[in-house]
């Protein structure tokens, strides 16, 4: 009975990796999920994360040992948040938010379940649009500006991730990864009263952004043998 059973874990172990690399010399893919950071508008609060669903994707060629790959991200949301001040602000607006990178990814080993690793170069776009509601130490809102705040620049975006491939054809996948943003700032604002004061300042950013996850679904294509 013992032996049986050794025998077939055997061929269980053997069958699990016969089949465990992905032969093949393109993969695309949709991000379903994710929660991120997005680029800190005015004196937001840095820790704030957003859901978003299907908003980028990716495609890859693929090798034995390292995969190219080419990856955005897309989001078009309104958002609203409460600046970190001793008079607090209240922006409400809408923010787009666009990415595109290139890069690599590393695999640790090549069974249906792998482990890997994945860097990534680019260029970020980030605008919010929309409004400034002043509240003073009565709880009212005492002023109103409209706001306009452009970002855009480079960004370097380590990954780990793990890919789990059921059939030879489908993945799934699951990565996070944390993202050093270097941009240019140009802050605009109008006061919405008689004065109509604008005010205009530039200035460039550092930061960092994490993704704790985003799930997604790749589909392998060709045959690389």
Do not use: W
């Not at 922006?91 to 860097?119: C, H, M, W």
């Not at 990534?120 to 009212?140: A, E, H, M, S, W």
């Amino acid at each position: 009975m013992k032996q049986t059973t050794l025998f077939l874990l055997l061929v269980s172990i053997l069958a699990f990796n016969a089949h465990s690399q992905v032969n093949s010399l393109y993969s695309v893919g949709v991000n379903a999920f994710s929660i991120m950071q997005l680029p800190r508008i005015s004196n937001q609060n840095p820790i704030k994360y957003i859901n978003t669903s299907f908003k980028g994707g990716i495609f890859k060629v693929n090798d034995r040992q390292i995969s190219y790959r080419l990856s955005g991200s897309f989001v078009n949301q309104s958002i609203e948040f409460q600046d970190n001040c001793t008079n607090c602000e209240l922006d409400k607006g809408k923010v787009t938010d666009y990415s595109a990178k290139l890069g690599f990814e590393k695999s640790f080993n090549y069974s249906r379940i792998q482990p890997y690793f994945a860097f990534d170069i680019g260029y970020r776009y980030n605008r919010f649009n929309g409004f400034q509601n002043f509240i003073d130490l009565k709880k009212t809102i005492s002023s109103t500006s409209q706001i306009e705040a452009t970002k855009n620049g480079l960004t370097l975006s380590p990954s780990l991730g793990l890919r789990i491939t059921p059939i030879e054809l489908i993945s799934i996948f699951a990565e996070a990864s944390i993202e050093f943003y270097y941009s240019s700032l140009r802050t605009q604002t109008r006061m919405l009263d008689q004065s109509a004061l604008m005010t205009l300042n530039s200035e460039h950013k550092k930061e960092f952004l994490f993704t704790p996850i985003t799930i997604g679904l790749q589909i392998h294509l060709g045959n690389g043998l």
